[in-house]
């Protein structure tokens, strides 16, 4: 069966860095591309990254642009975020989706907080 | 980035009632328009899929409509279980956006 599992999170002060991981099982994770989504506490879901399958094409929301970095292992079946510059409204937590969002991970916790 | 304004932001209503959320994009997105389902501390479930797509296993009380910029979520019999908070997401463009969501309470 198919399966994401994110991991990564935790508490991080504003400035620093992290790297969340999303490991996929159950299907081909070289055939499809991949998001991250995030909701912050208590608010609604932000779309905040996508790689395609082959790790050819990246987009971003504005709000990470050039902050977060979204790649992929297809060797291993992992997406990763790249958090850096983090601040204090990217506390949430972060999903990771196969591509049409037809299967999610359960989350991964960030706390950017001094 | 287009905004998606999605509406009521919550409603209350009884089982067996039907019920419609809807959302509007700023801009024409053809049909590129997901539903999900969100109960708390879940992940978010995909209910409809280019705009009218019911996906594989959920029931057929949810249905979906609409093009270009009004779209409609429609429960046709509220049930218990249907309790949770509903978004829309808009995949033609980049940045993808969601609504706001809409919290469905049972009476």
């Known amino acids: 069966q198919v399966q994401l599992v994110e991991s990564g999170g935790g508490v991080v002060q504003p400035g620093r860095s992290l790297r969340l991981s999303c490991a996929a099982s159950g299907f081909i994770f070289s055939s499809y591309a991949m998001h991250w989504v995030r909701q912050a506490p208590g608010n609604g879901l932000e779309w905040v990254a996508l790689i395609s399958y082959d790790g050819s094409n990246k987009y971003y929301a504005d709000s990470v642009q050039g902050r977060f970095t979204i790649s992929r292992d297809n060797s291993k079946s992992i997406l990763y975020l790249q958090l850096n510059s983090l601040r204090p409204e990217d506390t949430a937590v972060y999903f990771c989706a196969r591509q049409i969002r037809d299967y999610w991970g359960q989350g991964t916790l960030v706390t950017v907080s001094s | 980035a287009i905004q998606m304004t999605q509406s009521p932001s919550s409603l209350s209503a009884s089982v067996g009632d039907r019920v419609t959320i809807t959302c509007r994009a700023s801009?024409?997105?053809?049909?590129?328009l997901g539903w999900y389902q969100q109960k708390p501390g879940k992940a978010p479930k995909l209910l409809i899929h280019a705009a009218s797509s019911l996906q594989s296993g959920v029931p057929s009380r949810f249905s979906g409509s609409g093009s270009g910029t009004d779209f409609t979520l429609t429960i046709s019999s509220l049930q218990p279980e249907d309790s949770a908070t509903y978004y829309c997401l808009q995949d033609y463009s980049y940045p993808q956006t969601f609504g706001q969501g809409t919290k469905v309470e049972i009476k």
């Open positions: 801009q024409g997105i053809r049909n590129d």
